[in-house]
């Protein structure tokens, strides 16, 4: 079947009936996975639209079965039709062993400028969860992609570089540090911070979310991530004044007399409420921070207070496995890479080699992977189809043997998994 380039309009992804989706396979366990998410986005659009819409997948090359084809493990064509396509999905990935990558899915991020890492972590009935109360979470993570010190910039302990920095510190800065150190450095950009909380608030308002929150240490690393915050509430108020309020406001909370100390001052932002009492946000979107370790716990213990969560890249690294452990791990956690336009959707795990070919794996994180797609295409009805069917799968315990463990049943195959889905659509 022929199909068609999605492309970009007045700002916005236009997407026709039968678009090209570029997909890449995978490593390790990728194969069995995304067969079997193959078959599930199809059946669930069929479902939803009766053959009146459909996508065209293209197969693209990355990773090992890359360097086997082309001899390279991300060649330019790859990403220059992903460029292309605008709109794609993949299994995961190895990072080949002197490969000249540190990671072939950060290279992908850098080059397609994918600067927001966005993670939906949610509760499925029937998942085996560690927390009493897992369905209190529903959160969306949007981890900052290409800065903090996941920049990977760094030097190895005795370089000449490190002992070059290492002196330039103590000899114009007074800073000193001890010589057997590898140095890294950290930047945080206004530029960086404001395009991705931009993005997070702009999801929040499409979506209907509660809040937003700015999740940081900037109590300990004031200039960088204490900056993050502060830039962070800058976009809101500057460019998004007319949907959201803050914290403070929310509670009558104003700087008093000194200066410095904020003091309440009832009825201060009665009018932003829309005249509603103190606390009670109207329809106004809550935007917040919170520090980093503190946030790890609340996400426990106020779980349902939480709604869109806005970090820097290893915050958001820990927090989405963190809270994906509430919800029956990264087996059911969908991720993408998302820039101003371009998406690349993909699980959250690794290539688990070990059971490459085996078809035993949950495809789950990758399935959902797809449903996030699904939705960026704004095809809800298909998305939706999926989810709903999934959990009944779920809750009918045909699962495969990372939750048959779980239950003490026995487990059903990946690709019987995705059947097993199917029957449920």
């Known amino acids: 079947m022929d199909g068609q380039k999605i492309t970009i309009s007045n700002g916005k992804l236009n997407v026709p009936d039968f ?32 053959g009146k819409r459909k996508i065209v997948w293209k197969e693209i090359f990355a990773g090992k079965k890359a360097f086997e084809r082309i001899g390279n493990y991300l060649p330019d064509e790859t990403v220059e039709t992903i460029k292309d396509y605008i709109v794609a999905i993949k299994g995961p990935l190895t990072t080949p062993v002197g490969g000249g990558f540190r990671s072939l899915n950060v290279t992908m991020r850098k080059v397609l400028e994918l600067y927001a890492c966005v993670r939906p972590v949610k509760y499925y009935k029937g998942s085996p969860s560690p927390v009493k109360n897992p369905e209190k979470l529903d959160v969306v993570i949007f981890r900052e992609n290409t800065e903090d010190v996941y920049a990977g910039i760094e030097w190895k302990m005795g370089s000449d570089e490190a002992k070059r920095l290492i002196k330039i510190l103590d000899e114009q800065f007074g800073v000193k540090i001890r010589k057997d150190s590898g140095i890294g450095i950290k930047p945080i950009s206004e530029f960086g911070t404001k395009r991705l909380v931009r993005k997070a608030i702009r999801y929040a308002i499409d979506n209907n979310r509660k809040s937003v929150t700015l999740v940081h240490k900037g109590n ?31 509670w009558d909370q104003v700087i008093g007399d000194d200066g410095v100390t904020p003091t309440t001052k009832p009825g201060a932002f009665a009018e932003l409420r829309g005249g509603k009492e103190a606390g009670d946000p109207g329809d106004r979107i809550v935007v917040k921070d919170r520090i980093a370790d503190q946030m790890f716990q609340q996400i426990l213990t106020r779980t349902d207070e939480y709604d869109i969560l806005a970090m820097p890249n290893l915050n958001g690294d820990y ?101 097993e889905i199917i029957k449920r659509m």
């Open 19 to 50: 678009p090209i989706i570029p997909f890449i396979e995978g490593d390790g366990i990728g194969p069995d996975i995304m067969r079997a998410s193959l078959k599930v986005w199809d059946a669930s659009v069929e479902k939803a639209y009766g």
């Open 220 to 250: 300990i690393m004031k200039y960088t991530e204490g900056a993050f915050k502060e830039w962070g509430y800058e976009v809101a108020l500057d460019e998004f004044r007319d949907y959201i309020i803050t914290e403070s406001e929310l």
């Open 319 to 419: 927090m989405s496995d963190a809270c994906a452990a509430q919800v029956g791990g990264l087996g059911i956690a969908a991720g993408s890479n998302i820039g101003d336009y371009i998406g690349l959707f993909e699980p959250t795990h690794g290539t688990a080699p070990k059971y490459r070919g085996l078809d035993k794996v949950n495809p789950s994180s990758l399935i959902l992977s797809g449903v996030m797609m699904l939705r960026y295409l704004g095809w809800n009805e298909p998305a939706d189809i999926i989810e709903t069917a999934l959990e009944k799968t779920i809750m009918d315990k045909k699962v495969t043997y990372d939750f048959a463990r779980h239950f003490g049943i026995k487990p059903i195959k990946t690709s019987e998994f995705a059947e």
